[in-house]
């Protein structure tokens, strides 16, 4: 069995005092999945507000699809045959480390590979830049790669240097992506249904807020997943709250370390207390920050969601930090080990098993975090004992 990375042990023994001892019951692989959604698409405007419908209701009605979607037993998509994986070269490119996140998954898919027997350098950090994906997929073709795994990279920005290494014969997975069909056969995503997790937060935001809710969302257009995520919260909000209203933003991801950012400093100073219910950004590595310069600014008017499941985004959970309010976390983990378990099988030329792009999604907020991080100290939900598991499927065990 393959240790995991260092940084796993650092992120349990931060959380580790904020878990309780909790005991629940995951289901392992199984041939199919089970993703959650919400709502469904109605508008195509950036900001929608309605005049007639909603009432206490719905807000009970949003309770109960809250409670539903922050289930913690799951059924995963997963290989039940074994497979020779052989040996092979492959890299790996994070989106960009800025994003905790991507990081995080970035090492998990090294490991992964490593595991199954294959040569693998350290992970290579994207920047959140094409022009350095770009050059990443350049080099693995001259390195001669059999494969690669892409965290959270939308390849439609690189077009023709994921063309060329398609065509060079290298397998291309891409974990936490939304490449689109054009790229059947070429690239492998291996993730959850974003907009799916767009309208769990939809519902989420009505169960706390109720039917009358002033909504506000932020979009990266550079990632096909956040404009997913931000559709699925608008059209969730648009469908089932006419009485709300919901705005959509573009916000640059990689503004996200600096201090702020600028772009949320100015958004506080355009919206005075009432004017917000609830903030809710594209990914962990925005809503961490701004939560902690809402909570320095004295504003305590309006909540923040987020999704990914971040370290700190868990952290302000589990020790009742607001604003912090809610995280849709998704088996980011998990994923990385399929993807490396997918490339086996398509160098044996052995059948691919369904559902790796339809993996489950899980609300956490404060009924439920403790229990999560009691169940996951590695903070990535999963099947109980995947790693040996794939281990055994690959003849490592």
Known sequence: MVNRPSMVNRRFTALAAAAAATTLVLVGCSSSSSSSSGGSSTSSTSTSSAAAGGGSSLQTEAK?????????????????????????KAEV???????????????DAVSALKAMGWSVPPATDGQTSPQVESAFMYRAIQHKDSAVILIAVNVNTITASVQAAAAAGMTIMCTQCLSGPQWAGKVYDVTVDFHAQGEIEAWKVIADKGDHAKVFGTTDPQFSSAAAKAQGLKDGITADC????????PFPSSTAAEPGPPEF???LAAHPPGTVDYYVPHFDGLSVPIATTMKNAGRTDFLIGGTDGSTAGLNKLATADPPMAFDVVEPFTYEEWCAADLIARIKAKAPLWSGYGTMPSTLLDSNNIKQFLAMYPDESPAPAGYQAAFEKLWGKS
Do not use: W
């Open 64 to 88: 109960a699809k809250a409670a539903q979607y922050e289930n913690l037993a799951k059924s995963y998509p997963g290989p039940t045959t074994p497979v020779n994986p052989g040996t092979g």
């Open 93 to 107: 490119l994070s989106c960009g480390n800025t994003a905790p996140v991507c990081e995080e998954q970035s090492a």
């Open 242 to 249: 006419p009485t709300c209203s919901i705005t959509i933003t």
């Open 265 to 267: 400093t100015a958004f």
